[in-house]
C-alpha cells in the first residue's frame, strides 16, 4: 500500500497543475526552446521557419545541431537565441587552440552580430560515447573555445549529456556519475561550468524509461508516486525524478550550485506496434505538462521554488533518422508548420483535430500477413563502430555497396549514420532477415518503417 505522505505530496503537486487554468505563456519563466533538426527530406524554408517561431509562437531559443550558415543567417534580427551544436566528429580537433580560433572565425564571428548565439554546444552526449580520443578532449575543446570567443564573451560554452553518464539514479537522492568518468571528465567539466557561468545540459527523456505501469508517472497525471527512502522526499512524475538525480551527482561531486538546464526532451507521437506509450495525444499530454511544469516556480523535490529552461525535441518530424519509427516522430510541427498537436506554445492557437490519449494495444492475432523489415543502426551508436559495420558489411561477397560511395544515389546525406543503415541493411536482407544478422554488436535495429527515401530504396 502506498504511504500516506506519497500520496498526499504527489496529490499537493499535481492539483495545481490539473485545476490551473493560466495559459502556458505565464508558466514560462525558465524559457521554452525547441530543438531544429534538419534529417528529413521536406521541411520549410529556414527563414520561413525563423519567422514563424519569432513571430507565431512563445519559444525562445532554439537549438542547431550544427553551425550551417543558411540556418545561422536565417535567425538573423528574430531576436532568438541560438545554441549551436559542434558535431561530435569535430571535438577532437578543438583540442588545439588554433583550430578553436579557426573555428569561431568562420562559424561564429560572421553571423553573431545578427544573430543571437547563445551558446556553443561542443558535442552532443560525449559522456556517453564508447571513444576514448572523445572523451578526453572534450574539456581541452570546451576550455579552447571560450578562450577562442574572447571577443564574444556573452557566448557561453557547454556540452548535452543523455542520462546514461549516471551509474546510478533510482533512488533520485543516490543519483551518481559513472566510475571512472566522475574524476577524470565530469569533475573537470564542472569546474569549468561554474568558472564561466555556463549551466549543465541534461537530455532527459521519460518516455526512453518508460514500462506499462509508469506511463501515468511519466505523463504528469494522478498516479500513486514513488518514494525516496534515502530523502524521505515523494515525487510525482519521473521528470522530476530523473532531474534530481542528476542534481544528486552533481552535488555529490562539490558542485550543487552549477545551473541545470533541460536541452531535450519529448515524447514521440507514432512508433512500432511493440514501443509502449507513442501516440499524438500522449505526446500533447507530456510536452504540455513539462513545458508548464518546469516554467511554473514549483521546481523539483530536491531543488524546489525555481523554473528550469526546457528545449521540447524536436520541432519537425525527421524522416532520415536511423532507427524505430518513433526515432522519426518527435516533431512538434508537420512542414507546413500546422502543429502536429497543441502543446500550448502558439500565439494565436490553432484548431488542431483532436488526438487520441489511449494507449493502442498490440493487434491480436489475424490472417497471416508478409511483414517488410529493415536493419538500421540504433540511435546513440558509435560512428566508429558504425564505421567498421560499412567496411565488415560491403566487404562480403555478394554485397554491393556502390550505392552509398561517393556519386551513388544514396551518397548523400554524407552521414555514417546515413552509409551504416543502408550497409547494414544490405546484410541483412542478403542473409535471411535473422534477428541476429542486424545485431552489429548491439547496434543494430530491426524496424517495421521503410527508411527509403528519394531516389534511395533500401532492399
Keep these: 500500500?502506498?504511504?500516506?505522505?506519497?500520496?498526499?505530496?504527489?496529490?499537493?503537486?499535481?492539483?495545481?497543475?490539473?485545476?490551473?487554468?493560466?495559459?502556458?505563456?505565464?508558466?514560462?519563466?525558465?524559457?521554452?526552446?525547441?530543438?531544429?533538426?534538419?534529417?528529413?527530406?521536406?521541411?520549410?524554408?529556414?527563414?520561413?521557419?525563423?519567422?514563424?517561431?519569432?513571430?507565431?509562437?512563445?519559444?525562445?531559443?532554439?537549438?542547431?545541431?550544427?553551425?550551417?550558415?543558411?540556418?545561422?543567417?536565417?535567425?538573423?534580427?528574430?531576436?532568438?537565441?541560438?545554441?549551436?551544436?559542434?558535431?561530435?566528429?569535430?571535438?577532437?580537433?578543438?583540442?588545439?587552440?588554433?583550430?578553436?580560433?579557426?573555428w569561431v572565425r568562420e562559424n561564429v564571428a560572421p553571423y553573431a552580430r545578427a544573430t543571437n548565439i547563445s551558446r556553443i554546444l561542443v558535442g552532443n552526449e560525449v559522456t556517453t560515447e564508447a571513444n576514448r580520443t572523445l572523451l578526453l578532449t572534450l574539456v581541452p575543446a570546451m576550455q579552447n573555445l571560450h578562450t577562442a570567443l574572447a571577443a564574444h564573451r556573452e557566448i557561453k560554452v557547454s556540452t548535452t549529456h543523455s542520462l546514461g553518464v549516471l551509474a546510478t539514479s533510482a533512488p533520485p537522492s543516490a543519483g551518481r556519475f559513472r566510475d571512472g568518468y566522475d574524476a577524470a571528465i565530469i569533475k573537470p567539466l564542472l569546474s569549468f561550468l561554474r568558472a564561466t557561468g555556463a549551466p549543465f545540459m541534461v537530455n532527459a527523456y521519460p518516455f526512453y524509461g518508460l514500462t506499462n505501469d509508469t506511463l501515468d508517472f511519466a505523463l504528469f497525471r494522478l498516479n500513486a508516486g514513488a518514494m525516496d527512502d534515502g530523502s524521505g522526499l515523494a515525487y510525482s512524475n519521473m521528470l522530476d525524478a530523473q532531474l534530481d538525480a542528476v542534481h544528486s551527482a552533481i552535488k555529490r561531486l562539490g558542485f550543487g550550485d552549477v545551473d541545470i538546464v533541460v536541452a531535450e526532451t519529448g515524447w514521440p507521437s507514432a512508433g512500432e506496434d511493440w514501443e509502449a506509450g507513442v501516440g499524438a495525444g500522449l505526446a500533447r499530454d507530456y510536452n504540455k505538462n513539462a513545458i508548464r511544469h518546469l516554467g511554473s516556480g514549483v521546481g523539483t523535490p530536491l531543488m524546489p521554488n525555481r523554473t528550469f529552461e526546457v528545449s521540447i525535441f524536436s520541432l519537425f518530424d525527421e524522416n532520415l533518422k536511423p532507427g524505430p519509427v518513433s526515432e522519426k516522430n518527435f516533431g512538434l510541427f508537420h512542414a507546413d508548420m500546422t502543429p502536429v498537436y497543441d502543446v500550448g506554445i502558439l500565439t494565436a492557437p490553432e484548431t488542431v483535430e483532436p488526438v487520441s490519449t489511449k494507449v493502442t494495444p498490440a493487434p491480436g492475432p489475424g490472417p497471416a500477413a508478409v511483414t517488410r523489415r529493415w536493419c538500421v543502426p540504433k540511435p546513440a551508436a558509435d560512428e566508429m563502430v558504425l564505421q567498421e559495420n560499412i567496411d565488415f558489411a560491403c566487404g562480403e561477397e555478394g554485397i554491393d555497396c556502390s550505392a552509398i560511395r561517393p556519386g551513388g544515389i544514396c551518397y548523400e546525406p554524407d552521414s555514417v549514420q546515413g552509409h551504416a543503415a543502408y550497409a547494414m541493411n544490405l546484410y541483412f536482407q542478403s542473409n535471411g532477415q535473422h534477428a541476429f544478422d542486424c545485431d552489429f554488436g548491439q547496434t543494430g535495429v530491426v524496424t517495421t518503417a521503410d527508411p527509403s527515401y528519394g531516389g534511395c530504396k533500401f532492399m
Design 1 to 102: 500500500m502506498m504511504k500516506l505522505a506519497t500520496m498526499l505530496a504527489a496529490v499537493l503537486i499535481l492539483l495545481p497543475m490539473l485545476l490551473s487554468t493560466w495559459a502556458i505563456k505565464g508558466t514560462v519563466a525558465g524559457g521554452v526552446g525547441v530543438n531544429y533538426g534538419t534529417r528529413a527530406t521536406t521541411l520549410p524554408p529556414p527563414a520561413d521557419v525563423a519567422q514563424f517561431l519569432a513571430r507565431d509562437t512563445i519559444v525562445t531559443r532554439v537549438r542547431l545541431f550544427d553551425a550551417d550558415p543558411l540556418l545561422l543567417r536565417a535567425f538573423a534580427g528574430t531576436g532568438l537565441a541560438v545554441d549551436v551544436t559542434v558535431p561530435n566528429g569535430v571535438v577532437p580537433r578543438l583540442a588545439r587552440l588554433a583550430f578553436a580560433r579557426r
